[in-house]
């Protein structure tokens, strides 16, 4: 399986500022994707990011929210804009195994928003 | 209704003891299955594949019962280390992301 790394791993951040969360894999990987799980839920696709193209959003998750990049085939960024405390989450980047469709999980991003 | 469902528990029971977990998903073109566990501020780890014929890696077997739309995760001889919450883990025909059951938590007492 792919090394994933994330970066901040944690940050504490006010209300109305913005946060850029770094994924980084050891391999080229076609597809790459952004969850959220909040506290005590299970995890909820926010996009999957391809590169060279627009990320695609799921539903409840809009462009000006969560913009993405992905720049090349090793990496990816999801900003979370204008913070409000319910952004308060853990955010994870995943990429695709390949075999039957798995995916692997990045260690996270813990972000609080006071 | 939700695409994947699980018994939240908390499932509290002694080492060596056997314990099983269902999951119900709710199309029935759902292609791939898969147990994640994720441990207590940690991310989800693949733990196994859910093939029809059903698939066993040591303790660990799971099941696929397509006809009624469940998988089940078998743990045998239960250890500490098996506490974490487990994760069932739907894709469906043609999607390319996964449906997560919201977990059932595991804790195995000495």
């Known amino acids: 399986s792919a090394v994933i790394s994330q970066k901040p791993s944690r940050d504490i951040c006010q209300r109305g500022t913005s946060l850029t969360i770094q994924c980084q894999v050891d391999?080229?990987?076609?597809?790459m994707f952004w969850y959220r799980q909040q506290p005590g839920q299970s995890l909820t696709l926010i996009a999957t990011?391809?590169?060279?193209?627009?990320?695609?959003?799921e539903s409840g998750f809009v462009i000006d929210k969560f913009p993405i990049s992905r720049p090349n085939l090793t990496f990816s960024t999801l900003t979370v804009s204008n913070m409000s405390p319910e952004d308060s989450s853990i955010y994870l980047c995943?990429?695709?195994?390949?075999?039957?469709?798995?995916?692997?999980f990045g260690p996270g991003t813990r972000l609080t928003v006071t | 209704r939700k695409e994947v469902e699980q018994d939240p528990g908390p499932f509290n029971v002694p080492e060596g003891a056997t314990v099983a977990f269902n999951c119900t998903y709710s199309?029935?073109?759902?292609?791939?299955f898969f147990w994640y566990r994720q441990d207590c501020r940690k991310e989800p780890k693949l733990l196994m594949s859910?093939?029809?014929s059903g698939n066993e890696d040591g303790r660990f077997t799971a099941q696929l019962n397509r006809a009624s739309q469940y998988i089940s995760l078998l743990i045998r001889d239960s250890k500490l280390s098996d506490s974490a919450t487990y994760l069932c883990?739907?894709?469906?025909?043609?999607?390319?992301?996964?449906?997560f059951g919201t977990g059932t938590r595991l804790t195995v007492i000495p």
């Open positions: 990011a391809n590169q060279g193209s627009e990320a695609t959003y």
């Open positions: 199309n029935s073109a759902s292609q791939s």
């Open positions: 391999s080229q990987v076609t597809m």
């Open positions: 883990v739907v894709i469906q025909t043609g999607a390319n992301n996964l449906f």
């Open positions: 995943s990429v695709e195994g390949g075999q039957s469709y798995e995916q692997y």
């Open positions: 859910v093939y029809s």
